[in-house]
């Protein structure tokens, strides 16, 4: 068990699409395992490779709907379906939230740690932490989205480092 430091907004990585993972092996396992524990210890809900500084296609979520831990390896996400908006906080942007819209319903195709493919069709907060930790892997962070970014926030700058 390792806990990662989480890389806070500012950092170069968070502005990097991620890679596609190729590897099923006992190090991925490892590492899906460590980014619960350091989601956990953030108590965060969920947590995306490049959180921790590695570029890789991996979320974690725990939407606290019982089914504890979900793993997403090289998630995609098709068939947004409706809007929602709500208050949305991010591991990597401490002391802060803010309202975000996003589709309601959207389904999700991914993989698990051994490789075998999968497909859920989520609403509610799995729906909104899917899109939100999906962002970090194409290098975008919510607060290109708020309604209202907090001071010193420029998302024009940050699309110009892209
Ligand atoms: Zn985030």
Redesign the pocket.
């Known amino acids: 068990m390792a806990i990662y430091d989480i890389v806070k907004v500012g950092a170069p990585i968070l502005r990097e699409k991620a890679v596609p993972v190729t590897r099923f092996d006992k190090k991925l396992a490892r590492l899906l395992k460590d980014m619960a524990e350091t989601m956990y210890a953030a108590n965060g809900c ?3 490779a490049p ?1 921790i500084g590695l570029s890789k296609r991996l979320v974690v979520i725990d939407a606290g709907d019982g089914a504890g831990i979900r793993e997403f390896v090289n998630p995609v996400l098709t068939d947004p379906e409706g809007e929602a908006v709500d208050s ?6 401490p002391d802060y939230e803010g309202e975000v819209k996003r589709a309601a319903r959207i389904t999700v195709h991914f993989q698990d740690r051994k490789g075998d493919h999968y497909r859920l069709t989520a609403d509610g907060l799995l729906a909104r932490a899917l899109q ?2 999906c ?2 892997l194409d290098g975008h ?2 607060l290109e989205k708020v309604t209202e970014p907090p001071e010193g926030f420029d998302a024009g700058q940050a699309e110009e480092q892209e």
Not at 88 to 93: A, D, F, I, M, P
Request: charged content about 20%.
């Open positions: 969920g947590l995306a959180q949305e906080g991010c591991l990597s942007v939100h930790e962002d970090h962070v919510y």
